[in-house]
């Protein structure tokens, strides 16, 4: 498998665990929520609905495109301060998001 193909198949486990957990939405955020100027959306959106409406499109849609893909990019220290420490998967989400997070370790993608 390419590393793309790996990479889309990560970002599909992280939307599996979301919706086994149910942290999937049916419904987007109002329009205003992606207006933030803040990092992660912190202002005005969860953030674990970050993940689902900006990281795993914004990622879908760079691959699909065959953009330029971050580089030594990591979002699991963010989450490890985001996500209360008494939240029920908040171990399964690190393990996801540390496994999406080792794709970008080096500048090899």
Same mark, same amino acid.
């Given at each position: *498998?390419?590393? $793309?193909?790996?990479?889309? !198949? ?6 599996? *665990?979301?919706? %086994?957990?149910? $942290?999937?939405? &049916? !419904?987007?955020? &109002? ?7 803040? +990092? ?5 959106? !969860? ?9 795993? +499109?914004? *990622?879908?849609?760079?691959? &699909?495109?065959?953009? +330029? ?5 990591? /979002?699991?220290?963010?989450?490890? *301060?985001? %996500?209360?420490?008494? $939240?029920?998967?908040?171990?399964? /989400?690190?393990? !996801?998001?540390?496994?999406? &997070? ?8």
């Amino acid at each position: *498998m390419t590393f $793309h193909n790996n990479l889309r !198949e990560q970002l599909q486990s992280i939307e599996a *665990m979301l919706r %086994l957990h149910q $942290h999937w939405q &049916d !419904e987007a955020p &109002d329009a205003s929520a992606f207006a933030s100027d803040q +990092p992660f959306c912190m202002d005005t959106l !969860e953030p674990l609905a970050w993940l689902q409406w900006v990281l795993i +499109p914004r *990622m879908h849609q760079l691959l &699909d495109n065959g953009e +330029p893909l971050p580089q030594r990019f990591a /979002i699991a220290p963010y989450y490890e *301060m985001a %996500l209360d420490a008494q $939240h029920p998967q908040r171990d399964i /989400i690190l393990l !996801e998001l540390q496994k999406l &997070d080792a794709f970008f370790a080096d500048d090899d993608n």
